[in-house]
């Protein structure tokens, strides 16, 4: 029973061609076959005893046009409008170059850096930080599943903004919370991909 009376839950729903996907707190709870047509669920509603503080629902996370119509030059940089804010997300995809080392995320305010996402290779970790004048914060590198990120493979990396931290879920699977160090979330308005990989996408809604 991963609910418990007086402490918070996420639950992740991930559509699948055969059922839902069920995560609670980043941990796999259950796989439910579709009983009815996908076309035809079109409502969430959520009831009973419970405080909500968000709800988010993403469109599919895949390009509308062949692979080889999309060019991302790296390093790549797009605007976000308004800034972050409760409810922005973000969805990053690529593939990992065979011989890869690193490769970043960056969530830009200014010249500073909000969120400093870097996969290490070499050293098998996924760092967090940030930079606020030219001076880099303390890292954070626990992980809530093992290192996501493999040579050779594609990924899929999903950022949602909540009141007080960004959710980051890789794969479809929760991989860390990252409290907010720069509290003004409307001067986050950059995001950065650059390093080892071919990038095949990207959305920010």
């Not at 909500?52 to 996370?61: E, G, H, K, N, R």
């Not at 800034?83 to 010249?111: D, E, H, Q, T």
Request: hydrophobic fraction near 40%; include cysteine; glycine fraction near 6%.
């Amino acid at each position: 029973m991963p609910f418990q009376r007086g402490a918070p839950f996420e639950i992740h729903f991930h559509v699948q061609s055969t059922g839902f996907n069920v995560t609670v707190n980043g941990n796999h709870f259950v796989h439910y076959n579709h009983r009815v047509p996908l076309k035809s669920v079109d409502t969430i509603m959520i009831n009973g005893i419970v405080s909500l503080s968000c709800v988010s629902i993403q469109a599919p996370c895949f390009p509308t046009v062949p692979p080889s119509e999309q060019k991302y030059i790296l390093p790549f940089y797009v605007s976000i409008p308004g800034g972050l804010s409760p409810g922005k997300s973000m969805i990053v995809n690529g593939s990992v170059l065979p011989s890869a080392y690193w490769f970043v995320i960056n969530l830009r305010c200014g010249n500073d850096i909000a969120l400093h996402l870097n996969p290490r290779f070499q050293d098998n970790v996924v760092i967090r930080t940030n930079q606020s004048n030219g001076t880099w914060g303390p890292e954070e590198r626990s992980l809530l599943s093992d290192m996501p990120f493999i040579r050779g493979q594609t990924f899929q990396v999903w950022l949602l903004c909540d009141a007080v931290c960004l959710k980051a879920f890789v794969n479809g699977k929760h991989l860390f919370d990252y409290n907010h160090r720069v509290k003004n979330l409307p001067s986050i308005n950059v995001l950065e991909v650059a390093g080892d990989i071919h990038l095949t996408y990207v959305k920010i809604e």
